[in-house]
């Protein structure tokens, strides 16, 4: 496999560091060289996270350089425009949670937040595919909110770019969460890819 060069962006407390690990693990699980980094942290509950995680034959670097990013994936609606700098111009992948969570403090200053389809119009005239998927409300369905973030990591799988097997994506699964957990996070997942293979 070339090397994969993934922005996962979101707010705190959305699980993006999960993620993160969950995709490094997979990516171990297969042979790859891997390096994950956390470049803005969670100071606080709703803060901006941004994760890169580089997978390849040999990375050498943890950080994503602007305009080389294969794939953004955001957990947050408004999020992915903070980070599309980072994306391949027309060649780079954006798979976006379509559900929004405007931060306190733009509703009491009365700011105005971005509609999806103004999102939407950002995205298609830089990137060459982008899924919207509002992974909350299918974490909701099946009784896990809190798995919103694996129902995102369903809908990138389903696309077929990450270069992982669903094999390995369960194992780091089994490996991240215990219980009950590891069920209801397979669920997830797999809702998530139900979804965007629908839509390829």
């Known amino acids: 496999m070339k090397q994969v060069n993934i922005v ?38 709703g803060g901006s996270v941004v994760c890169f995680v580089k997978m390849g034959e040999k990375v050498s670097s943890p950080l994503v350089m602007e305009g080389s990013a294969d794939m953004i994936i955001s957990l947050e609606l408004s999020e992915t425009l903070r980070v599309l700098q980072y994306l391949k111009p027309k ?3 954006v798979v976006m949670n379509s559900n929004a969570l405007p931060p306190p403090i733009s509703m009491i200053l009365g700011l105005q937040y971005p509609s999806l ?15 919207a998927v509002n992974a909350y409300e299918i974490a909701k369905k099946i009784g896990s909110p809190q798995s919103t973030n694996m129902v995102m990591l ?18 780091a699964l089994s490996k991240t969460f215990r219980g009950d957990a590891v069920k209801i996070n397979q669920k997830a997942f797999e809702e998530g890819a139900k979804v965007v293979k629908k839509l390829l």
């Open 8 to 45: 996962l962006s979101g707010i705190g407390g959305q699980g993006i560091l999960t993620l993160a690990s969950i995709l490094g693990t997979a990516a171990v699980i297969e042979g790859y060289d891997v390096r994950v980094a956390e470049v803005h942290g969670m100071a606080q509950r």
């Open 91 to 93: 060649k780079g992948l």
């Open 117 to 131: 389809e103004a999102v939407l119009e950002e995205l298609k005239s830089i990137a060459e595919d982008v899924y």
């Open 154 to 171: 369903g809908s990138v799988w389903a696309t077929g770019r990450l270069a992982l097997s669903e094999q390995s994506i369960v194992k």
